[in-house]
């Protein structure tokens, strides 16, 4: 009986270790399919998936940054829950270490991660919507299009001369595959957290409307990239508007001739027919002439104190201006410098 026993134990045992090492070499390779680390880089890449992508062009794109056996892998599950026809787009992180389950769920579940979005301070808005299709997943004439769109911007509460004022120029979280129109509503929101109860006191108390503050910071801003003089050039405009005095800002005068490349303005430019030529209009343009900067606004809201009626950039081309209360006084600045820009050639 006892050798019955022993005989059936070492049979048992006989199938058992060969048993145990196949279901081993099994586990060990569906570790190793599913659970090793995806991507072969060492830092985070980013997989861009866009309205045109299918499943095989979303694993092309994939194939540079992953091993070849957890692609396998991979594949074989989101073809297994019919991927493409859940497909997600948007930006999603391939980080290291991330292993084949752990991006199977992000892609399947479309949890992508965001881009910092800046905002720049664009002259025209085809230029801003240029600038955006760099960065966002949505192209040019989208954008365009929406920004022209009478409806839309309105429903916003501006027109196509006052929307650059809804855009304050910041870097903004958001996703790549955000439509024009949730952006719009971002920045709308972006907006009205800006213009808080200070700024609107502010505003209030120079006498202007927030479009019209953001429209004289425009002009101040193509006036001077050095921010310590800008509260200087809001109070001589703030001056001149309170006179009724034609504010005569250059500035305006290449967005009118839209030759924003202009070093010199030249008198027959002085007579451009256009609402934007503050030479031959009294008062502000019907918008801002750029996406004003916050240094801008700001510089509207908190002038600087003094009379002066008239500036001209210096002769030493240092990027500041020479003031002046009286004409008598500003021609003799403007002297100065049409002097110094015939020396240096400049036409």
């Known amino acids: 009986m006892k050798k019955l026993v022993k005989k059936i134990f070492l049979t048992k045992k006989f199938y058992f270790i060969p048993v145990a090492v196949c279901l081993l070499g099994l586990g060990g ?174 505003a209030g108390v120079i006498g202007l409307t927030l479009n019209e503050v953001c429209t004289l910071a425009s002009i101040i801003d193509e006036e001077t990239a050095n921010n310590a003089e800008k509260p200087m050039i809001a109070r001589m405009y703030l001056n001149r508007l309170q006179k009724k005095m034609p504010l005569q800002a250059d500035p305006t005068v290449k967005f009118a001739l839209q030759q924003f490349e202009l070093r010199r303005i030249y008198n027959d430019m002085l007579r451009t027919q256009s609402p934007y030529n503050t030479y031959v209009n009294v008062g502000l343009p019907p918008g801002p002439i750029k996406i004003a900067s916050i240094k801008g606004i700001d510089a509207v809201l908190n002038p600087a104190h003094h009379d002066y009626l008239y500036m001209c950039a210096k002769e030493d081309f240092s990027g500041t201006h020479n003031f002046a209360a009286t004409y008598k006084e500003h021609l003799q600045n403007a002297a100065r410098y049409a002097k110094a820009l015939n020396e240096r050639g400049v036409k």
């Not at 594949?75 to 497909?87: E, S």
């Not at 980080?95 to 579940?109: A, K």
């Not at 929307?163 to 024009?180: D, K």
Request: charged share 20%.
């Open 29 to 202: 390779l569906f570790y190793y399919y599913f659970f090793t680390g995806l991507s072969t880089c060492t830092e985070t890449q980013y997989l861009y998936i866009d309205d045109d992508d299918t499943a095989d062009s979303v694993f092309a794109k994939l194939q540079p940054m992953a091993s070849h056996h957890s692609m396998t892998a991979l594949r074989t599950l989101l073809r297994h829950k019919d991927y493409d026809h859940h497909l997600h787009t948007g930006r999603f992180a391939v980080n290291p270490g991330d292993g084949v389950i752990t991006m199977y769920r992000r892609l399947l579940r479309g949890h992508q991660s965001p881009i910092m979005l800046t905002i720049p301070e664009s002259r025209t808005m085809p230029r801003l919507a240029a600038a955006l299709a760099r960065r966002l997943m949505v192209d040019s004439t989208a954008i365009v299009s929406a920004l022209t769109d009478s409806a839309l911007i309105a429903g916003l509460g501006y027109d196509p001369a006052t929307l650059p004022a809804l855009f304050v120029p910041n870097t903004y979280e958001v996703f790549w595959n955000i439509s024009v129109e949730q952006l719009l509503s971002r920045m709308q929101r972006e907006h009205d957290a800006f213009w808080n109860y200070e700024r609107m006191q502010e």
